[in-house]
């Protein structure tokens, strides 16, 4: 196992680095000029000796005049500081800097990364609290006529674009009822503390983790029918019932413990993503997380913030692969990870 | 058992993110917490636009649709529109300053009496402030003519520009000595005495219609540039320097980020900006002497958050906000908004852009290097349907680089009604403009036979390296009318192009070829710039017509947009135009006009625009008209192009506020 895992990781690392290269030659080849867009804004209040100094200073900054493998290295942490002489990449804990925020990335990401994991551990806790046992009420009661309407329902929700059942959700529920705020994250200016701080907080959250909970149910109930349909059909069940066990046993002691082996990996890839915000719900909402922060590094080309952003996410990804392929072997003991 | 284990992991993962993520995020301390503050479901200001009787709170919540980023450095860099709001709200006491209609002034809130002038022998000019003796930080600290002088010291220090802060330091004599290291100090600068400090310009920088703008300086609180060093401004009689201790990028750098304690000199200060929840909160500060005409803030408290476009109405709706600044898309954000003023409750301020979108035209390269391709564009393309259309009824046309709202375009109605050709929708005019022209020509050579592109018989250096044209056997080049659009991707402004222009009817009848090729907004920037550093591609003249937009501030410069010197070809006069009179006129317009001289300044401006309305390097699309809308308890508050929220809600004040 331990050799299994030692191999992973080599793997893992190599795997990383070639993301790395991929990524930072793709946001290098995109023909934009971030000296130029930063001054964009400013030009008609410049002289042109002042925008030419500006902008050389900038240029020389951003590194941008040097050949891209060594801006590659230096982002890395391969080869030294142009300032500094010194190794200051991403292997040695820097992320470089955002051009938007004017501060180091590693200053810009926590507080987002704070406000996504906050949100997605409702929404993951509440989506799997409804979609499981919706998906095995499903199962049981096959091509009934509940079953029927949820497999409906699932396939609208699952279908329509989760920036339209925001505007519908904010239309309905913040303009409408008036039961949510539209967007925000807290009361303007109330400066709450403590649980009042706290409840605030959760009041401003609801709608967007009622939005990404509903917006996440089609997938997973309908994954959790499948893995129960294909458990009820099993020899063991048919045995389980002719020993004369309730079938509250049989469904959720037989049954449900088999059908969890496929299930269980998908719910720790969703646990997985509890880093990865959404884009468009943060952004509709104005939810300062790590989607919003995504977009907006992208739209103002700040792309060392983005390549930071897309490889945190890289190596979250990485990881929680080899924890579903751990958890396989530790949920079913026919499943062996040491090789 | 595992499914226990499972449960067990998710309420343990719920329990630690509420302790990790429940807590306050306010990166200061918060302001007091009013004891009767509604709770979060008692929704902020539901109440304003319900019972605007009841007493509310002196607070105004404004809404911005650009990020905070928390960057409140000065104009040495450069910030994002609400960063810079925010700055400009607590930083004020320039020397000199715009009034409401633009014009440029000395600030009488900061400056005793009037700023003097000299002349000296060797052509350099000195202007000597003498400020007002009762000017104080937010903090309570006195302010005096070594802090504005420390701005200078400050700003043109080398440890700013390695800082990143980009600031030539060549008006101002012995800045630039300074800048490079050579000299400790300013010899151009001096500290006359606790309140007087004088500024003497180099002559190559005069004269210059603005150039009372050279003295203007504010005051910079020194020890938050320097924490490490107390620093003390000197003037030994050499000039100025700063004495204890040295500068260093590093302070300098971190000074942008001080939120906390923050000392400022505006009509308010910061109490905190919250970058994880996106907010700023600004109160009065009580030390502001006003502003120009004595003009001190009444309301309390200024909240700015976060909002975004496509819910922003909605948010001003339920009254999580209470003012949108700005609003410029017609059928998006103002009918919406207007909607609400209809409904009740909620006022608005209109007024025009300082801008205009526009055609841009390569003025040196294929078809439309010659005027008559230009004029003939403008005349196949109805611009006031245009302008209607795109802005969904908040727009107008403009004839030349100007804005509505400009103090020149107002005096100048009798001269542009005599003089500036509107080129209104005419494709017939089109037509007799270009045979006229030479473009009477088919591919081979004969007489134009009325259908397809039209040719026009050119020299070689007219052909230059234009890739469509055709040389012909006897050894005769040909062009043709065929114009290269580069265009943005996703601009609705392109779109209404493509169906008004370029694959409009009387174009083809013109014999006319407008080829639109879609790119993103920064390749068509590199294109426009001819940015031959991004890629040696850019460098080549591909393109003959480009849509985007443009502004102007209060100082009308065009001296080096229109400049026929090719170091500014590119960057500043990216039509590639070359025009002797038009260069002249905007040159001598700013740089060979005695301050002062409006008249001059004005009837230059004139012939400025009779020859670009003439020549037409551009043809402006819409000037669109902005809406601000908020509640209508919010009284007093007039916006215009020249007077923002910054400025325009020291006038306003909160109906029954608390």
């Known amino acids: 196992?331990?050799?299994?895992?030692?191999?992973?990781?080599?793997?893992?690392?190599?795997?990383?680095?070639?993301?790395?290269?991929?990524?930072?030659?793709?946001?290098?080849?995109?023909?934009?000029?971030?000296?130029?867009?930063?001054?964009?804004?400013?030009?008609?209040?410049?002289?042109?000796?002042?925008?030419?100094?500006?902008?050389?200073?900038?240029?020389?900054?951003?590194?941008?005049?040097?050949?891209?493998?060594?801006?590659?290295?230096?982002?890395?942490?391969?080869?030294?500081?142009?300032?500094?002489?010194?190794?200051?990449?991403?292997?040695?804990?820097?992320?470089?800097?955002?051009?938007?925020?004017?501060?180091?990335?590693?200053?810009?990401?926590?507080?987002?990364?704070?406000?996504?994991?906050?949100?997605?551990?409702?929404?993951?806790?509440?989506?799997?609290?409804?979609?499981?046992?919706?998906?095995?009420?499903?199962?049981?009661?096959?091509?009934?006529?509940?079953?029927?309407?949820?497999?409906?329902?699932?396939?609208?929700?699952?279908?329509?674009?989760?920036?339209?059942?925001?505007?519908?959700?904010?239309?309905?529920?913040?303009?409408?009822?008036?039961?949510?705020?539209?967007?925000?994250?807290?009361?303007?200016?109330?400066?709450?503390?403590?649980?009042?701080?706290?409840?605030?907080?959760v009041y401003y959250l609801t709608l967007p983790v009622l939005i990404l909970t509903f917006a996440s149910l089609g997938g997973m109930t309908r994954y959790v029918r499948t893995a129960m349909i294909d458990a009820l059909g099993m020899d063991y069940i048919r045995t389980a019932r002719a020993k004369g066990l309730r079938e509250k046993v049989v469904i959720y002691s037989h049954a449900w413990r088999n059908a969890l082996l496929p299930v269980i990996t998908v719910i720790i890839g969703w646990f997985i993503t509890i880093f990865s915000g959404s884009v468009i719900v943060e952004t509709t909402f104005t939810l300062n997380g790590m989607g919003q922060v995504y977009y907006l590094a992208l739209r103002n080309?700040?792309?060392?913030?983005?390549?930071?952003?897309?490889?945190?996410?890289?190596?979250?990804?990485?990881?929680?692969?080899?924890?579903?392929?751990?958890?396989?072997?530790?949920?079913?003991?026919?499943?062996?990870?040491?090789? | 058992?595992?499914?226990?284990?499972?449960?067990?992991?998710?309420?343990?993962?719920?329990?630690?993110?509420?302790?990790?993520?429940?807590?306050?995020?306010?990166?200061?301390?918060?302001a007091e917490t009013p004891a009767e503050e509604a709770p979060a479901e008692e929704a902020p200001a539901e109440e304003s636009a319900e019972a605007p009787a009841e007493s509310r709170p002196n607070r105004l919540i404004y809404?911005?649709?650009?990020?905070?980023?928390?960057?409140?450095?000065?104009?040495?860099?450069?910030?994002?529109?609400?960063?810079?709001?925010?700055?400009?709200?607590?930083?004020?006491?320039?020397?000199?300053?715009?009034?409401?209609?633009?014009?440029?002034?000395?600030?009488?809130?900061?400056?005793?009496?009037?700023?003097?002038?000299?002349?000296?022998e060797d052509g350099s000019k000195t202007f000597t402030v003498k400020i007002k003796e009762d000017l104080k930080y937010n903090t309570g600290d006195p302010i005096t003519a070594a802090d504005f002088v420390a701005y200078a010291l400050v700003m043109f220090s080398p440890a700013t520009l390695e800082a990143g802060g980009g600031v030539v330091a060549d008006y101002v004599v012995g800045s630039a000595e300074y800048q490079s290291g050579e000299s400790y100090l300013i010899s151009g600068l001096r500290l006359l005495d606790d309140y007087t400090y004088a500024i003497t310009i180099v002559p190559e920088y005069l004269p210059y219609f603005f150039e009372q703008y050279y003295a203007n300086l504010m005051p910079l609180y020194l020890p938050m540039y320097a924490p490490n060093a107390t620093l003390v401004v000197k003037d030994d009689g050499e000039g100025v320097y700063l004495d204890g201790g040295e500068l260093n990028a590093e302070d300098i750098n971190a000074s942008r980020f001080i939120y906390e304690g923050r000392v400022s000199a505006g009509p308010y200060q910061l109490v905190n900006i919250d970058t994880g929840t996106l907010q700023a909160e600004l109160t009065i500060n009580p030390n502001y002497a006003g502003n120009f005409e004595g003009q001190k803030p009444s309301i309390e408290t200024l909240i700015i958050v976060k909002a975004e476009s496509a819910t922003a109405v909605d948010s001003l709706k339920t009254g999580a906000i209470d003012i949108l600044d700005t609003l410029t898309d017609g059928n998006l954000e103002i009918n919406p908004a207007l909607d609400l003023v209809d409904a009740g409750g909620y006022s608005y301020v209109?007024?025009?852009?300082?801008?205009?979108?526009?055609?841009?035209?390569?003025?040196?390269?294929?078809?439309?290097?010659?005027?008559?391709?230009?004029?003939?564009?403008?005349?196949?393309?109805?611009?006031?349907?245009?302008?209607?259309?795109?802005?969904?009824?908040?727009?107008?046309?403009?004839?030349?680089?100007?804005?509505?709202?400009?103090?020149?375009?107002?005096?100048?109605?009798?001269?542009?009604?005599?003089?500036?050709?509107?080129?209104?929708?005419?494709?017939?005019?089109?037509?007799?403009?270009?045979?006229?022209?030479?473009?009477?020509?088919?591919?081979?050579?004969?007489?134009?036979?009325?259908?397809?592109?039209?040719?026009?018989?050119?020299?070689?250096?007219?052909?230059?390296?234009?890739?469509?044209?055709?040389?012909?056997?006897?050894?005769?080049?040909?062009?043709?009318?065929?114009?290269?659009?580069?265009?943005s991707e996703d601009n609705p402004v392109s779109e209404l192009l493509v169906v008004m222009l370029a694959n409009g009817q009387q174009t083809a009848d013109a014999g006319m070829v407008i080829e639109q090729t879609v790119m993103s907004f920064t390749d068509l920037l590199n294109y426009m710039y001819r940015d031959a550093s991004v890629d040696a591609k850019y460098g080549v003249p591909t393109y003959g017509m480009f849509n985007l937009a443009t502004g102007f501030t209060q100082m009308y410069n065009m001296a080096y947009e229109m400049s026929m010197d090719e170091a500014y070809w590119g960057t500043y006069n990216n039509n590639f135009i070359a025009d002797e009179k038009l260069a002249e006129l905007a040159w001598d317009m700013v740089y060979g006009?005695?301050?002062?001289?409006?008249?001059?300044?004005?009837?230059?401006?004139q012939q400025f625009m009779d020859r670009w309305n003439e020549l037409l390097p551009d043809v402006p699309l819409y000037s669109n008209i902005y809406y601000t809308v908020h509640a209508d308890w919010l009284e007093g508050y007039d916006q215009s192009s020249y007077w923002e929220f910054r400025d325009a809600v020291l006038y306003a004040s909160i109906a029954n506020a608390e």
């Not at chain 1, 929680?320 to 751990?326: A, F, S, V």
């Not at chain 2, 006009?593 to 401006?605: I, R």
């Open chain 1, 1 to 201: 196992m331990k050799k299994y895992i030692v191999k992973r990781i080599f793997y893992m690392i190599f795997v990383f680095l070639i993301v790395s290269v991929l990524m930072y030659l793709l946001y290098n080849l995109i023909p934009s000029d971030p000296a130029r867009a930063e001054l964009e804004g400013i030009k008609t209040q410049l002289r042109p000796e002042e925008y030419e100094q500006r902008y050389r200073n900038l240029r020389d900054r951003m590194g941008l005049d040097d050949p891209i493998l060594l801006r590659y290295a230096r982002w890395m942490g391969f080869a030294p500081e142009k300032e500094s002489g010194e190794l200051n990449g991403m292997l040695q804990g820097y992320f470089g800097y955002s051009n938007f925020f004017k501060k180091d990335v590693s200053d810009v990401l926590p507080v987002r990364m704070k406000n996504t994991v906050l949100i997605n551990i409702f929404v993951t806790f509440l989506a799997l609290a409804i979609t499981i046992p919706l998906g095995i009420v499903c199962a049981v009661r096959k091509n009934g006529k509940f079953d029927n309407s949820i497999q409906f329902l699932t396939i609208i929700g699952y279908s329509i674009p989760i920036y339209i059942i925001s505007l519908v959700f904010i239309w309905l529920f913040a303009v409408t009822l008036r039961w949510f705020p539209v967007s925000g994250m807290e009361t303007p200016g109330a400066n709450y503390e403590g649980m009042r701080a706290f409840l605030d907080r």
């Open chain 1, 301 to 339: 080309s700040d792309y060392e913030l983005a390549l930071a952003t897309q490889m945190f996410y890289c190596a979250v990804s990485l990881i929680g692969q080899l924890i579903m392929d751990l958890s396989y072997g530790l949920v079913d003991p026919r499943v062996r990870v040491d090789k």
């Open chain 2, 1 to 30: 058992m595992k499914k226990k284990l499972l449960s067990i992991l998710l309420a343990a993962a719920m329990t630690l993110s509420l302790v990790a993520c429940g807590g306050q995020e306010a990166t200061e301390t918060p």
């Open chain 2, 63 to 120: 809404g911005s649709t650009t990020e905070i980023s928390g960057d409140l450095g000065n104009e040495w860099w450069t910030n994002n529109a609400t960063d810079m709001q925010i700055r400009k709200l607590i930083d004020d006491y320039h020397v000199v300053r715009f009034d409401q209609d633009g014009a440029m002034i000395v600030n009488s809130a900061v400056v005793d009496g009037d700023i003097q002038t000299t002349e000296n």
């Open chain 2, 350 to 487: 209109d007024f025009e852009r300082n801008g205009y979108g526009k055609i841009q035209f390569a003025c040196d390269f294929g078809p439309t290097q010659f005027p008559a391709v230009r004029q003939a564009v403008a005349l196949l393309l109805d611009r006031n349907e245009f302008a209607n259309q795109f802005c969904a009824g908040y727009g107008s046309v403009v004839d030349g680089p100007y804005g509505l709202c400009m103090w020149m375009y107002k005096d100048s109605q009798e001269f542009f009604a005599d003089n500036m050709d509107s080129y209104s929708y005419d494709p017939a005019k089109a037509i007799e403009l270009l045979e006229a022209d030479g473009w009477v020509l088919n591919e081979d050579g004969t007489e134009y036979s009325g259908t397809g592109t039209r040719y026009k018989e050119v020299t070689a250096e007219e052909a230059g390296t234009y890739a469509l044209n055709v040389t012909l056997a006897d050894g005769r080049i040909l062009m043709p009318l065929h114009i290269m659009w580069s265009s």
């Open chain 2, 593 to 605: 006009v005695e301050a002062g001289d409006e008249a001059t300044y004005l009837d230059m401006w």
